[in-house]
């Protein structure tokens, strides 16, 4: 049997860092773990292939080499998907399917051969039997969850690792909190599950003999979800195996009652970990009781953010604008809170009511759901009716993206981030690649941001007191000002 395992391509967002990405010569963030994973579940005398749309294009001549395709995706790349399931199909190459947004539409997609939705540990071996005997049926899912000890290590041969920015993996799915508007509990579960500590070592092991040098990006929706096996099984083996090698920072992300356990932020720092993904969300207390967002209620969010940054971790969050108890303060509010934070990395979306969230159900019930969302909360649309009308929040995003992300106010951020920041120590294998990669990317900054770019002034504002107040921090202050062309490339799309 020959497999073409096939990602379909992410629109243009700020999750992408496509424009970032061009600085260092990389064409994605990291390879699709979840087609990886399969992949290893696969029969061994399988013949495989992975496409990742958003490395190079799906050639005809991928899909004429073979005998199925399997593809898994997200929500926000939707429209990618179904254009690669019609080229399948006009080809009459048989599809299988699975991931989020197979599994949280798959009425929409009764057209597609085979759906084999939830955890694939659970639902794959059913279906690989029933291929092999001939009766493959159409749906397979499960309301179980997977022992995350059986999954075995991901692919990581089938891809060309140097398109990639950074590597994932994963320790544990679940989160143990119930936000309103996020369908990760609806997908996998309330109690987090865990691997074993062998298991991350086994997988970061391979990385290594891979010649893997970057990053690593812990995709677990809460790092913390399951805080006392995080703390007690997981970290001690990080911190050991951080002793025997250089590079390979680890980056995540977890709840903001992380900046409660001081002891363990700098065990984190210590074992390799440089920055972390939080959902703020909003600095409301009116709109997280209404999403549902207890841990972040009755905190100094501010405080938190300085002293994780403070500690050794950078610290990226996520806002939602267009909650029901937002005012006209709101936007003003939330800008006032980004920068006084430091979070250079401010992820602004528009509420979206996912498939399977309770918020999708209530405003279904309350017959205020357009559609089922784009999946990419950035891209300035909301499936929801607002309660005073949909005329004003498009425009008001607008305007709070212009603010946020002028080159002033973000380069304010980024030397507020860098005074709290104390960057980890962690040793680089410097290898010739590394340094040229390196090198260039900052003279292509030069360059771009700082000959040609309307940010010039304050690019090199920022490299001068960098220089002088924070000199171990200069790759990190390049680095954020990569990020900011980004953001203000997107940004600057939306508001046009």
Not at 113 to 125: I, R, Y
Request: net charge positive.
């Amino acid at each position: 049997m020959k497999v073409v395992l096939i990602y379909p391509e992410f629109p243009d967002t700020f999750w992408s860092f496509k424009h970032a990405l061009k600085f260092v010569r990389k064409k994605a963030s990291y390879p699709p773990l979840g087609l990886l994973t399969v992949a290893a579940m696969l029969p061994a005398d399988w013949e495989l292939r992975l496409v990742d749309a958003n490395v190079r294009a799906v050639r005809d001549r991928d899909l004429a080499w073979a005998d199925c395709a399997f593809l898994s995706a997200m929500g926000a790349q939707r429209e990618s998907a179904e254009k690669i399931i019609a080229r399948c199909r006009v080809r009459g190459l048989r599809v299988v399917a699975g991931g989020p947004l197979f599994s949280a539409e798959r009425e929409r997609y009764a057209y597609v051969d085979h759906l084999v939705l939830n955890e694939a540990e659970l639902t794959l071996p059913a279906f690989l039997r029933d291929l092999a005997a001939g009766e493959a049926q159409h749906l397979y899912t499960t309301r179980e969850f997977a022992d995350l000890r059986e999954t075995p290590i991901p692919r990581w041969d089938l891809i060309r690792m140097r398109s990639y920015a950074s590597m994932p993996v994963q320790f544990s799915r679940g989160c143990p909190f119930d936000c309103e508007f996020c369908d990760v509990t609806a997908q996998l579960g309330r109690r987090p599950r865990t691997k074993s500590p062998d298991q991350i070592v086994r997988e970061l092991d391979r990385l290594c003999e891979l010649g893997w040098q970057d990053g690593v990006f812990f995709v677990d929706d809460n790092l913390i979800g399951n805080k006392k096996c995080f703390k007690r099984d997981l970290l001690p083996v990080l911190l050991e195996w951080r002793k025997r090698h250089r590079g390979m920072p680890f980056n995540g992300q977890a709840s903001i009652n992380l900046a409660d356990d001081e002891p363990l932020v700098h065990r984190m720092v210590r074992a390799g970990f440089d920055s972390v993904f939080v959902g703020i969300e909003t600095p409301d207390e009116e709109a997280l009781t209404e999403c549902g967002k207890r841990q972040n209620l009755c905190r100094d969010l501010v405080a938190d953010v300085r002293g994780l940054q403070r500690a050794g971790l950078q610290v990226q969050g996520g806002f939602i604008l267009g909650f029901d108890s937002d005012s006209a303060s709101t936007p003003r509010r939330l800008l006032e809170f980004v920068q006084k934070s430091g979070i250079t990395t401010a992820m602004v979306g528009l509420l979206q009511a996912l498939p399977g969230t309770r918020l999708y159900q209530r405003m279904k019930a309350a017959g205020r759901l357009l559609e089922a969302g784009s999946g990419d909360n950035v891209d300035g649309t909301t499936n929801i009716v607002p309660l005073e009308g949909a005329g004003g929040l498009p425009g008001v995003y607008k305007e709070l993206l212009r603010r946020l992300y002028t080159p002033r106010a973000y380069y304010q951020r980024v030397r507020a981030m860098l005074r709290d920041y104390h960057p980890p120590r962690i040793k680089a294998r410097l290898s010739l690649g590394f340094v040229r990669r390196q090198g260039m990317a900052f003279a292509r900054s030069v360059v771009r941001l700082g000959i040609i770019g309307r940010e010039r002034l304050e690019y090199w504002k920022l490299l001068v007191w960098t220089l002088a107040r924070r000199p171990r921090a200069f790759a990190h202050a390049v680095t954020l000002a990569i990020y900011g062309h980004h953001f203000r490339v997107i940004s600057e799309r939306h508001i046009a």
